[in-house]
C-alpha cells in the first residue's frame, strides 16, 4: 500500500518562502509520478504541481515562476517550494502518488493526508 507522508506547511507571511515536502513508502519510489494538489477555502482541489518519474516538472500558471520542486530517488522523498507567497496562495496542500507507466506500478492514485498552509496579508 502506498503510502505518503506529508510534512511542511503552517502559517506564513505574504511574500515569504515555504517548503512542503513528502516522504513516500510502500512502492518503488522512482515507478511514480508525484502530484501535488491545493484546496482554497470552497473550492474544488486543483493541481499545481507535477514531478513526473523522470524528474521532469510542471507547474500551474500560477505557480510556474515561483516554485521548484525536486525528487530523491534515493530517499523516496519529494519537496517542493514556493517563494513569494501571496494570500491567493492558502489552502490544504495535497501529494499524490500515480503510477508512471514506466516500471511494473499499478493501481489508482494514492493521497498524502494534507498540510494547510495560511499567508497572512
Known amino acids: 500500500q502506498v503510502q505518503l507522508v506529508e510534512s511542511g506547511g503552517g502559517l506564513v507571511q505574504a511574500g515569504d518562502s515555504l517548503r512542503l515536502s513528502c516522504a513516500v513508502s510502500?512502492?518503488?519510489?522512482?515507478?511514480?509520478?508525484i502530484g501535488w494538489f491545493r484546496q482554497a477555502p470552497g473550492k474544488e482541489r486543483e493541481c499545481v504541481a507535477e514531478?513526473?518519474?523522470?524528474?521532469?516538472?510542471?507547474y500551474a500558471d500560477s505557480m510556474k515562476a515561483r516554485s521548484t520542486s525536486f525528487r530523491d530517488n534515493t530517499k523516496n522523498t519529494v519537496h517542493r517550494q514556493m517563494n513569494t507567497l501571496k494570500p491567493a496562495d492558502a489552502g490544504i496542500y495535497y501529494y499524490c502518488?500515480?503510477?508512471?507507466?514506466?516500471?511494473?506500478?499499478?493501481?489508482?492514485?494514492?493521497w498524502g493526508q494534507g498540510t494547510q498552509v495560511t499567508v497572512a496579508s
Open positions: 514531478v513526473r518519474w523522470s524528474s521532469t516538472t510542471s
Open positions: 502518488a500515480d503510477p508512471s507507466g514506466h516500471g511494473s506500478a499499478v493501481g489508482g492514485r494514492s
Open positions: 510502500g512502492c518503488t519510489f522512482s515507478d511514480y509520478d
